[in-house]
Structure formats: structure tokens, C-alpha cells
């Protein structure tokens, strides 16, 4: 809907919103992936000799904090490229910040995830174990993240505030990973990514892994341009209603 | 298909995980696409870097 008081002369717009023929092809090219990693994930896959067919959420839940890890590194590189770079564009501070509101929500179905495994497999939903209770604490920081983001003044004040505290907490996702090593933990130790270069599946069991990790990043490009885009929109409007409070303010004082 | 997602060991859990994820993600992608559609008729197209 158009507001007259944020856009006095609307054109006519040619695009109907975010999306271009890029992402409209990338949007196809995840929707098509999803489809393989729920019929390679529940159907394809054999069930595991130990977890029985519990082994299948595995396939939304490795895919779903691999892309938060990918997104909450994003914001931290694109945190350092706004502050560090000669020219400190808004462009990173919106990549960073949609990057991180969509981490979180990774994060979120991670956790729930790994709560519907762990009650099949270790009998309880939630243990105060080292990797739960590091990326539970992961999640709660970047939620922290958001809220300084949401604080108010300046677009460049609000870029470089979040930009160090997203450069401060990306430091835990090594501790979250590695939390099963230096602390005794109940959660298992990396399959595919272990230091010791070992990979402990099944090849159709890692190809289905391998379908949901590239459907998951797909979908997490796709979702951060049609995010950082509606950001700089949001800047936009904000900037012109502020001007035209402003220009309002000055045209009372004249008439007064 | 559907017989052997419903015989499958803790059908309940395995299939919630899945539905949980996809619709959480469907929502987020639904939420970001519809507020794109609605600020872009406010902003004029030399604005928006990726027309």
C-alpha cells in the first residue's frame, strides 16, 4: 500500500518486489533440492544399525546448523568488511544483519531438531550436556545481536555497534563445535568433519546429508539477497520520512 | 510411499522434524517475500540496486 507521507511522487515501480531472474532460478533450484532432501531423508536412505530410523532427522538437522554456522560467519566477515574497509558501506551492515536473522532462525529449528533426536536416543529432550548448552548460548548471543541492531540512531551508528558485536561472538562457534572434544559430552563427535579426516557413514547415508547441506545453502542465498534487499528498501523509507519530518519541522518555524 | 513413512520406527518424531523445518523455513521465506512485495511500489526502481 502507498503512504503519501513517506512517498509524495510514487513511480511506477517495474519490479513487484525483490526478486530478479537469478533468484527466481535459485529459488526453483532449492525448492527442487528440499524435494530430494525430504525423499532422500525419509524414504531413500537405509535406517541406521544402532538409531533405527531416528538417524533420518539427521538430514534437517546437520544441513540446518551448517547453514547457521555459514550465516553467523557471513555476518562476522561482512561485520569486518564495514568496519575495516575504507569505504564503510551499508551494503555489508545489510548482509550482516540478514544473514544473522536468518542464522538464528537455523539455529532455532537446530535445536529443535537435535531435541526430537535426543529424545529418541538418549530418552530425554534437553541434557545441560557441553554442546547443547554452548549452542543454546550461541543462539541466545545472536538474539542479542538483533536486539542491539533494533537499537535506534543512525544507520552507520547501528552498522558499526552490531559489526563488533558480531565480530565478538562469532568466536563461539568454535567452541560450540569442538565443545564435544574438550568437555566430556554426551552428544556424538563429528561424522564427516572430524580433524581426523575420517568419514563414518554410509555412502547413500552421506549423499542424502550431502543433498539437504546443498539444499540448505541454496536456500539460505535465496533467502539472504530477498532479506538484505528489503533492509536497504527499510533504510530508504526511513531516510525519506525523516526528511520530511525534518522538511515539516522547518516549514513551521517559518510560518511561525 | 505413504505405508512405509507411516511404518517407519518413531513415524511421529522423524516426520515432525521434517514438517517443523520445512514450515518454519516456508514461513520465513513467505514473510521476507511479502514484505519485499509490499515496501517496492514506495520506492522508486533507481533505488533499487538489483532492477
Not at chain 1, 166 to 195: C, F, M, N, Y
Request: net charge neutral.
Amino acid at each position: 500500500m502507498t503512504s503519501p507521507a513517506l512517498a509524495p511522487e510514487p513511480t511506477v515501480s517495474r519490479s513487484a518486489g525483490t526478486g530478479t531472474h537469478v533468484t527466481r532460478l535459485l529459488g526453483i533450484a532449492t525448492i527442487v533440492m528440499i524435494g530430494w532432501t525430504a525423499a532422500f531423508g525419509l524414504l531413500f536412505s537405509p535406517a541406521d544399525r544402532n538409531q533405527g530410523d531416528s538417524v533420518r532427522i539427521m538430514y534437517v538437522h546437520v544441513p540446518t546448523v551448517w547453514t547457521a554456522y555459514l550465516a553467523f560467519t557471513v555476518t562476522a566477515l561482512c561485520s569486518a568488511s564495514y568496519l575495516f574497509r575504507k569505504k564503510h558501506s551499508l551494503g555489508f551492515d545489510r548482509v550482516a544483519g540478514a544473514s544473522a536473522e536468518i542464522g538464528v532462525v537455523f539455529m532455532a529449528l537446530t535445536l529443535v531438531t537435535g531435541m526430537l533426536w535426543g529424545r529418541l536416543t538418549w530418552g530425554v529432550y534437553w541434557e545441560w550436556d557441553a554442546r547443547l548448552t554452548t549452542t543454546a548460548l550461541l543462539f541466545v548471543s545472536y538474539i542479542g545481536y538483533l536486539a542491539v541492531r533494533g537499537l535506534g540512531g543512525t544507520h552507520h551508528q547501528r552498522a558499526k555497534r552490531s559489526a563488533v558485536v558480531g565480530l565478538l561472538i562469532v568466536l563461539e562457534i568454535p567452541l560450540v563445535h569442538w565443545s564435544v572434544k574438550l568437555w566430556r559430552s554426551l552428544h556424538q563427535e563429528a561424522s564427516v568433519l572430524d580433524t581426523d579426516g575420517d568419514i563414518d557413514l554410509d555412502g547413500l547415508m552421506l549423499f542424502s546429508l550431502f543433498v539437504g547441506v546443498v539444499a540448505f545453502t541454496l536456500l539460505y542465498v535465496w533467502l539472504v539477497l530477498h532479506r538484505s534487499r528489503t533492509m536497504a528498501m527499510e533504510d530508504l523509507l526511513e531516510d525519506q520520512g525523516l526528511d520530511e519530518a525534518l522538511a515539516a519541522r522547518r516549514a513551521e518555524a517559518v510560518m511561525s | 510411499m505413504i505405508v512405509a513413512l507411516i511404518a517407519m520406527e518413531d513415524a511421529g518424531f522423524v516426520i515432525g522434524s521434517y514438517v517443523i523445518t520445512f514450515a518454519v523455513v516456508g514461513a520465513l521465506a513467505w514473510r521476507i517475500v511479502r514484505r519485499g512485495r509490499e515496501l517496492a511500489p514506495r520506492i522508486d526502481d533507481a533505488d533499487k540496486y538489483w532492477t
